[in-house]
């Protein structure tokens, strides 16, 4: 049994060594969460408005936001955060008190959580029943307003269960942003497996363990969302 000892004691190191440092693991999935939450707000603004244009625009803007869409969601997500940081001049678009590579990596999941949001709430308006915009345009409201006003509030309400979906997409992408050298979990995590390299297996099950309790609250709080919002006869 004496062979054991040494593996044993090394364990336990490695770790002591992920405990000594968990201040800087959790300062790297504070990054994480704010990534995560800047991009699902970006999607959420671009992907909603996409979906209704798709569906009720005219034929050349609905055509166009389709292809875009489709363009966008056929892209892997580390090309299109690799664009965004090294080639796509985005001077202009810094408009966050955040390093480049945080808000590169925020215009690139960003916009491909809207080609995804997009198709989300396009489908939820189409599982509306045609005949309340009909209804709502019959006693003088204006299409658009019929739209927003009345299809919108029960579209936003039937996409909760495909958003959680999607945000847990989000969170788990973020860690591609180690491909352009933002600091967070994941790389936090590899910086500091290279200095202790035996304990690379307790730093990754410390990071996974994180990713999972990010993942589980956020899910448990849209749960709480979707029944406390959810259209009565629907719940």
């Known amino acids: 049994m004496s062979w054991l000892e040494p593996i044993a004691f090394s364990a336990s190191e490695d770790w002591l060594f992920v405990l000594d440092n968990y201040e800087y693991l959790l300062a790297g999935a504070v990054i994480t969460v704010a990534l995560t939450a800047t991009s699902i707000v970006l999607g959420l603004l671009l992907g909603f408005p996409a979906g209704a244009i798709e569906l009720y625009g ?9 292809k875009v869409g489709v363009a966008v969601r056929g892209t892997p997500i580390l090309v ?3 664009f965004t940081f090294f080639v796509f001049p985005l001077e202009w678009v810094y408009v966050l008190p955040a390093s480049e590579p945080f808000q590169a ?12 949001q997009s198709q989300i709430f396009r489908g939820a308006l189409q599982s509306i029943d045609p005949g309340q915009l ?10 658009r307003k019929a739209i ?7 579209a936003l ?7 959680q979906n999607e945000f847990t997409i989000v969170l788990k992408d973020t860690s591609i942003a180690f491909a352009i050298g933002l600091g967070e979990l994941l790389r ?3 910086d500091l497996m290279t200095q202790q390299t035996t304990a690379a297996l307790e730093l990754f099950v410390f990071a996974s363990l994180i990713y999972f309790l990010l993942t589980i609250s956020t ?3 849209l749960d709480y969302v979707n029944d406390r919002y959810a259209i009565p006869g629907e719940g």
């Open 157 to 163: 309400r039937r996409s909760v269960p495909g958003f």
């Open 58 to 66: 005219g034929r050349f803007s609905s055509g166009v936001v389709r």
């Open 134 to 143: 009909e209804a709502a345009e019959s006693i003088g409201m204006s299409r």
């Open 105 to 116: 990596a925020v215009l690139a999941l960003g916009v491909r959580s809207a080609a995804y």
């Open 148 to 154: 927003g006003y009345v299809l919108v509030p029960q």
């Open 219 to 221: 899910n448990r709080t």
């Open 188 to 190: 936090h995590s590899h």
């Open 80 to 82: 299109i955060m690799v």
